[in-house]
């Protein structure tokens, strides 16, 4: 099992940015895949990014792509999410994820998600 915990949510002004955090412990050695999703009210949950966690390789959707980047530090446990230039359709709740399986972007092949934090961006 693994159990993860995401933090670093909050209010934020449009153009402002945000890094959110998500610890990871239990049964780490088989965690192949990372990732960020979000859920909007009245929305379906949707890729945001993902991160192979042994080679760094990372993936992202089109509309973060530029702005967006994960991360994760090997030593602490820890992905992260650098959020940039945030606009007002980014205000959702952010999900950490994570697969022993291979790379998706779907979030049914994730069997273990965080409890999600509130990112909310607004004037």
């Known amino acids: 099992q693994v159990q993860l915990v995401e933090s670093g949510g909050g209010l934020v002004q449009p153009g402002g940015s945000l890094r959110l955090s998500c610890a990871a412990s239990?049964?780490?050695?088989?965690?192949?895949?990372m990732g960020w999703y979000r859920q909007a009210p009245g929305k379906e949950r949707e890729f945001v990014a993902a991160?192979?966690?042994?080679?760094?390789?990372?993936s992202y959707a089109d509309s973060v792509k530029g702005r967006f980047t994960i991360s994760r530090d090997n030593n602490k446990n820890t992905l992260y999410l650098q959020m940039n230039s945030l606009k007002t359709e980014d205000t959702a709740v952010y999900y950490c994820s994570a697969t022993n399986g291979g790379a998706s972007h779907t979030p049914k092949d994730y069997p273990y998600w965080g409890q999600g934090t509130q990112v909310t961006v607004s004037s």
């Open positions: 991160i192979t966690w042994s080679t760094g390789s990372t």
């Open positions: 239990g049964s780490i050695f088989s965690i192949y895949v």
